[in-house]
């Protein structure tokens, strides 16, 4: 035996018949082999010498006569690299490559092996005798051995087998199904398949399915046609084959030249020659496209055949937006991937993005176009990857599969670990037993190591959680993939329809459409892309030239399919119209176009004419009514629709719960479901869609007012949408809309502008601070204004401006002098005398007069201001810098201007004497007393947080020269542009730290905020977007130690109206206002809700309404009621359960101003309370306080406005608790009761006063019921019973029933014994009287108790005190806790001693009280038992408020 290196496979097909006749069909080789089977075959053999061959066909064929075969057979030898070759067998049959030697010989092999079965000699085949030059018809004998024509092969043949193999994994066999195979066979290739579409390989058929052969005039073309062809073969299905590896084979350098051997293809695949892959950052581009479109599919189809089943899912499970993760070679690709639109996908990678163009096709593919090339890409999940084909290649992308991390493969449960902690497992045994659906799973480990628990036994168990960790005994078959942190290569963005002004407005406005249909990008990429859209849509909308383009492409489509006079003289329109198109007065011809086509059709007279006229123009037409009104009104008419389109969805989800909408949605479009599941989709994008509605409100009516009118109905739309989500439309809409009734900032400045100049301009540039009274006196804001005349051109209009904002700030003030100087720079300062109001608590007793009434209203306005307390002549400066350098330069020459103590005036020595001695005022003067203020026009740093430790490092260092002066704050005002301005306050109380309480409020304006009243609370400041809106914080004081369970916001703003030239305000504007205001409070609210830890109730929202309005009282409880109602769900959720507004109001024009106070309550979240109070003096002490007004007399009649806010009582946790767990406090029922019986009758006239009267049931010591009246809250049990006697319209007399309520307040509604007993008596009273039993649910089932006794004195035994995580073995009490105890009987213990000390395990707990265990089981018996009995008797109604689980015949109550 020899062995042979690098030999060949080549072999000789012979064809001999049963008349001793043999010939040879020339040669094939077959090297190519993996593991000795054939991959690739080719005929014929070109690697020997043709004599080589020739005596090689000589010998296979005298082999073939020497044993008498016949039929086909073929000759097999190994030729080796000396040019010798050696038999290796003969094949006695036909093998698969076959065609091969047909294709060259012409030889039919099939139909030649049954023409030799049936006798026919060779020399008689029709083949056999074109193949040696004879007459195919003639019947000759043919000489083989000495034929004068010696058959030539025709061409070259090059086959492959395709095999359901994977060429990555070591060529591993597999089975599956076909979903598509695709092979177009032509003259040069051929193939054949034994499978087809939607077929499939079972797992015993053999692993090829399929052979091509191809045909070429010589090796090189054949070559050629096969790549060519097995490019665009086309396999989709659950298996992977060879014939992206073929390609690679077939293309490679060794077996183009033929350099091969039949060990070639094994060495090829021991050095891991691969397949050609597709470009890696385009697999994993297609990769995640494919991973994502199926989520997306698969989400949209859920949800569709949920709703079609009546379902109802989240809108969240909606995805727009999707992470994908991809391993490929070691590398982590973490992307995101979002639909644009429907058939645009953005890729996000690294905080680099790109778009793709993706059409879904039929057969589940995606068509994409990436970098200018178009792809087709199919995915195929398995159980740990994906696999995906880009065109006719493919790559495998992996899952996360870290085998040191041991996960539960379902949800389940974790029963045992099989191996202690830290213990050795081998591969492929079991580490943890789980049970999934009542059956026991065996989980085990692929690789040896040690075990290390993550879980306790009994743990539940989610799909995909740790379950243990795997430390490896060979850490080197860990291979983390490693993060990509490159991004993703630029490439040529997506071809838009043009780049001419009307198709980037069609482009965009499609995009601004699909925003609208709920297709959002994630931020940060969405604000951005929607400000482009949005600038770029406003910009062509604005742009005349949009018309005339859009119509030149109109024209240039139908040219020659109208009359070309029509043409024409359309073309003229449109010239004249370019010619002019800058023109301000010039207009859209709409008119002129419409007018040319009609005149034109009047002269048609046959109406088949007229009608293919109007076809053919019909685009015109539409392009004319668009723009009928022009510019402006397609402009208009475009943001409507968008506008529209947003209402059309967002008012379906206003009415109730979000369940609700869905099922009125399904029914209104049953049986089709989409498009309930387009507005679905839609509305989970509402936040995005808010920033979009309302950047194209600021866009167009920012820059238009006057286009507000014309969409007064859109926007009071707009205003209707009162849920949470929608907040933030209805709020700009209501601004917009308020401010289109507002004088505007640039006219204010004007008129503020004019009333100064005449000011100094009156008598010979003189100032004459008579002309400025109706400023300072005005009850208009003008604070957003004035500021900017602090460094106007003119210096007596900065003086002046000055002057107007101290007397304007300071105006319920006594200021008793006011000085201008100048400092060395030029810079104006006023400096100021002034004393506390005159309604100050430590001044209340000193009769004051007041020459200006003006001023008497305003200090009826004043509380006492802890940073105002001492009572003495202030002194103030304020001075305007442009920056704040210039104001640390000049600080000394500022701090000079509070050197000299300020004169005492006559009325300060009076006052001085009255209320202090010496020794008082000696007190008082070292009390720091004097205010400066300083303006600054530019700061450096825009944010509020990075200016004030600025502020505070410059006031700190100049600590002791500011407490030397006596100066007890410092206000710094930052002007803002066309807003108001900035404030921020240093106390020297503080050490010149910020007073956040004062944040964006002037310190002299402060009273009207009334912040003395929450000194009950500990206050913080919380910062505000709007910096009108003032959101505090409070925390009820408590003793120091104990908790504060007490939190609640208040919310307060002052309102002023922005017209100089009306005195007083309207009550429509009034109204306005204060919805607007009352949307921005519930605005701030919401944010602080969800930016805070604490739990707040009894939230507070307080307005003062400083114009004076003429109007009737009775008209604000109106308005604020239905305002109340229209929002009363938000306000609700919100914890809004107070409320306080202040009026100014006259009766008539001439009479008198009268302060009214409004308050409303609503503590038990179904009846509104609402109070008005006006505020009078009371004449023995001067002090003012509420007086109730009109019949009613609310509860804090005869009280000082100075009143602060009482702290929640215990009916008002009781009430919270009861609500945060979605149902009524038990007692709150009664006034439920009797509310609806109100409403049963036709007027309060009618109705009689006592309609409800009631006693509670109660248990005596016997446990036999006694009724009794006690106040709310006085239960002792969690059951509460009433016999309650109801006077309707139908029984006027009344009628009795009897309700049984839970109190879930009183450990949480459980039953006990007692509940039992006190349910029973109730049902057995009403079951003996013969009257209806009601009874309310609101419970949690039998009572599992606490021994409250043991809570705080348990310890715990642990399994692993280091880990608590592996479970605890008992639990025990110390020695001396037992002794403390043990008297009781609440336990039963067992000594034992470890851990080196002495312990006392639990092993029962009885409780010291009754209650407490196993008997409150009688629960469910007495009650179901008795509410048999009275359903059998009486009539019963029992109503679940939340989760009950005992009651029977239940009407469930809807809770918004």
């Not at 243990?468 to 993703?488: F, N």
């Not at 005492?904 to 000696?922: N, Q």
Request: with cysteine; proline share 4%; hydrophobic share 40%.
């Amino acid at each position: 035996m020899k062995f042979l290196q690098h030999a060949r496979h080549l072999e000789v097909q012979v064809l001999a018949d049963q008349y001793g006749n043999a010939v040879s069909l020339f040669s094939r080789d077959c090297s190519i082999q993996r593991r000795h089977q054939k991959i690739i075959e080719e005929a014929p053999a070109t690697v020997a010498l043709p004599s080589v061959f020739d005596y090689m066909e000589q010998c296979a064929v005298s082999l073939a006569k020497m044993v008498g075969y016949v039929s086909a057979g073929t000759v097999e030898y190994l030729y080796s690299e000396d040019g010798n070759f050696h038999f290796l067998e003969l094949n006695p049959r036909l093998q698969v490559e076959h065609p091969c030697t047909e294709m060259i010989a012409d030889v039919n092999l099939p139909a030649a092996q049954l023409q030799i079965a049936m006798g026919v000699p060779l020399h008689r085949m029709k083949d056999i005798r074109i193949l040696y030059g004879e007459s195919p018809w003639a019947d000759t004998p043919i000489p083989f051995e000495s034929s004068n024509n010696v058959p030539v092969p025709r061409g070259h043949v090059i086959a492959a087998r395709i095999t359901s193999e994977n060429p990555d994994e070591g060529f591993k066999p597999s089975s599956g199904t076909v979903q598509e195979l695709n092979f177009r066979s032509n003259k040069n290739v051929w193939g054949y398949f034994s499978v087809a579409a939607a077929g499939g390989l079972h797992e015993f058929a053999d692993s090829q399915f399929g052979h091509c052969f191809s045909w070429g005039e010589n090796r090189e073309e054949a070559i050629s046609n096969l790549v060519v062809a097995l490019k665009e073969l086309s396999i989709r299905g659950d298996f992977r084959t060879t014939v992206e590896y073929l390609i690679k084979l077939l293309e490679t350098e060794s077996f183009q030249n033929n350099e091969i051997d039949t060990s070639w293809l094994d060495h090829l695949i021991a050095e891991k020659v691969q397949a050609e892959k597709p470009d890696t950052m385009l697999g994993v581009v297609c990769g995640a496209l494919n991973v994502a479109d199926a989520l997306f599919r698969t989400c949209m189809d859920d949800f569709l055949h949920s709703l079609e089943r009546g379902q109802v899912l989240p809108a969240a499970s909606l995805l727009n937006t999707v992470d994908v993760e991809l391993i490929y070679e070691g590398m982590k690709y973490a992307l995101k991937v979002a639909r644009q639109s429907l058939t645009t996908y953005v890729i996000i990678m690294n905080n680099t993005h790109i778009e793709i163009d993706v059409h879904r096709l039929n057969d589940g593919g995606l068509l994409l176009s990436y970098d200018g090339n178009s792809h087709t890409t199919y995915m195929k999940e398995e159980a740990d990857r994906y696999r995906v084909t880009v065109g006719n290649k493919t790559c495998d992308f992996e899952k996360e599969n870290d085998p040191t991390l041991l996960r539960s493969p379902s949800t389940g449960k974790l029963l045992q670990y099989t191996v202690e902690d830290g213990g050795h497992v081998c591969a492929g045994h079991s580490y943890a037993e789980i049970e999934v659906m009542k059956m026991v799973m065996v989980l085990g480990v692929e690789e040896a190591g040690v075990i290390h628990h993550m879980k306790r036994p009994g743990t539940l168990l989610e799909a995909g959680c740790v379950i243990a960790r795997l430390e490896l005994d060979d850490p080197g078959k860990v291979h983390l993939a490693q993060l990509y942190t490159g991004g993703l290569p630029p490439q040529q963005t997506l071809p838009i329809l043009g780049e001419k002004l009307h198709q980037v407005f069609h482009n965009v406005l499609e995009s601004l459409m699909n925003v609208m249909n709920g297709y959002c990008l994630p931020e940060p990429y969405f604000s951005t892309k929607i400000k482009e859209w949005v600038c770029k849509l406003m910009k062509t909308l604005r742009d005349p030239s949009l018309p005339l383009l859009e119509l030149q492409e109109i024209m240039t489509s139908i040219s020659g399919r109208i009359p070309p006079p029509v043409e024409k003289s359309i073309r003229k329109v449109m010239a004249q119209y370019a010619s002019n198109i800058t023109s301000v007065l010039c207009q859209f011809p709409s008119q002129q176009i419409a007018s040319i086509l009609d005149s034109h059709a009047a002269t048609l007279q046959r109406k088949s004419e007229r009608e293919v006229f109007f076809m053919n123009t019909q685009s015109i037409v539409q392009l004319v009514q668009r723009y009928r009104s022009g510019i402006r009104g397609h402009m208009k008419s475009v943001v409507l629709d968008l506008l529209r389109r947003y209402l059309q969805v967002e008012t379906q989800f206003q009415q109730a719960h979000y369940d609700k909408c869905v099922i009125s949605l399904r029914e209104q479009y049953m049986p089709n479901m989409s498009p309930v599941l387009e507005c679905i989709f839609s509305h989970a994008q509402v936040a995005k869609k808010n920033l979009l509605v309302t950047m194209l409100i600021d866009h167009l009516c920012g820059r238009d007012p006057t286009l507000t009118d014309e969409l007064m109905a859109i926007l009071n739309e707009l205003t209707q949408l009162s849920k949470t989500e929608h907040c933030r439309v209805a709020l700009r809409a209501r601004q917009v809309l308020i401010a289109s009734h507002l004088p505007s900032y640039e006219l204010r400045h004007n008129q503020v502008e004019s009333i100064f100049l005449s000011a100094i301009d009156m008598y010979g540039h003189q100032f004459c601070p008579e002309n400025l009274k109706k400023l300072i006196l005005s009850e208009t804001t003008i604070f957003d204004v004035l500021p900017t005349f602090f460094y106007h051109s003119n210096q007596v209009v900065r003086m002046a401006a000055l002057e107007v904002y101290v007397r304007r700030a300071y105006i319920a003030y006594e200021l008793n002098s006011l000085q201008h100087r100048q400092l060395t720079d030029g810079t104006c300062v006023v400096e100021f005398q002034f004393m506390l109001p005159s309604s100050h608590p430590n001044r209340m007793s000193v009769p004051v007069s007041i020459s200006n009434p003006d001023l008497a209203r305003h200090s009826t306005e004043l509380f006492m201001d802890s940073g105002f307390s001492p009572l003495c002549q202030r002194m103030g400066a304020m001075v305007a810098f442009d920056r704040f350098e210039d104001f640390t330069r000049n600080f000394d020459e500022v701090i000079s201007c509070f050197a000299d103590p300020p004169s005492e005036s006559p009325l300060f020595s009076e006052v001085r004497a009255t209320l202090y001695d010496e020794d008082d005022a000696k007190s008082v003067r070292e009390e720091p007393i004097h205010i400066l203020n300083v303006a600054i026009r530019w700061a450096d740093r825009f944010e509020d947080e990075e200016l004030v430790p600025v502020f505070r490092a410059f006031a700190q260092s100049k600590n002791n020269i500011l407490v030397d002066y006596g100066l007890r704050r410092i206000t710094f005002l930052i002007t803002q542009q066309r807003e108001f301005p900035k404030f921020f306050t240093l106390r020297a109380r503080d050490e010149f730290a910020e007073d956040r309480i004062y944040r964006h409020l002037e310190p002299a304006l402060a009273f009207q905020l009334e912040l003395s009243r929450m000194r009950n609370f500990d206050l913080t400041a919380i910062p505000c977007a709007n910096h009108k809106m003032h959101l505090y914080l409070g925390a009820a004081k408590v003793q120091e130690g104990k908790e504060v369970t007490d939190y609640r916001f208040f919310v307060r703003a002052i309102v002023r109206h922005s017209d100089l030239i009306t005195k007083e305000a309207s009550f429509e504007y009034l109204q306005n206002e204060g919805e607007r205001l009352l949307l921005e409070a519930m605005d701030e609210l919401e944010v602080a809700f969800n930016n805070t830890s604490v739990r707040s109730d009894c939230n507070h929202i307080f307005l003062n309404f400083v114009p004076t309005v003429v109007m009737d009282p009775s008209k604000i409880e109106e308005s604020v009621r239905s305002m109340v109602m229209r929002y009363g769900r938000r306000l609700w959720k919100l914890r809004v359960l107070q409320a306080e507004v202040k009026i100014n109001i006259r009766l008539m024009p001439t009479t008198e101003v009268i302060p009214i106070r409004l308050f409303l309550t609503d503590e038990s979240g179904y009846y509104l309370d609402i109070s008005l109070y006006k505020e009078v003096n009371d004449s023995r002490t001067g002090n003012i306080m509420f007086q109730s007004y009109g019949d009613k007399q609310g509860p804090l009649h005869g009280m000082l406005i100075n009143t602060p806010y009482v702290t929640k009582d215990l009916l008002q946790a009781k009430r919270f608790q009861a609500q945060s767990l979605g149902t009524t406090y038990v007692y709150d029922f009664l006034e439920m009761f009797r509310q609806a019986l109100f409403k049963m009758w036709d007027s309060p006239e009618a109705c009689p006063k006592d309609v409800l009267t009631y006693t509670e049931l109660v248990l005596d010591s016997q446990g036999q019921l006694v009724e009794m009246n006690r106040l709310p809250g006085g239960n002792e049990i969690g059951m509460v019973a009433f016999r309650m006697k109801l006077k309707t319209p139908e029984y006027p007399g009344g009628r009795e029933i009897v309700v049984i309520c839970n109190d879930i307040t009183y450990q949480i509604g459980s039953f006990g014994p007692e509940e039992d007993l006190l349910f029973l008596r109730a049902s057995e009273l009403a079951r003996a009287k013969g009257i209806p039993r009601i009874y309310i649910a609101a419970n949690s089932g039998a009572r599992i108790g606490f021994a409250d006794e043991i809570k705080q004195m348990f310890q715990v035994g642990w399994v692993d005190p280091a880990d608590p995580y592996k479970g605890f073995k008992y639990l025990y009490l110390t020695p001396q806790d037992y002794t403390r105890i043990s008297s009781m009987n609440s336990v039963h213990c067992e000594h034992v001693e470890e851990a080196g000390e002495s312990r006392y395990v639990i092993t029962d707990i009885i409780g010291k009280e009754e209650g407490f265990g196993v008997e409150n089981l009688r629960a469910s018996g007495t009650i179901a038992g008795e509410s048999s009995l009275a359903y059998d008797e009486i009539v019963t109604i029992s109503m679940v408020q939340v989760l009950s689980l005992l009651c029977s015949k239940v009407v469930e109550e809807e809770k918004d």
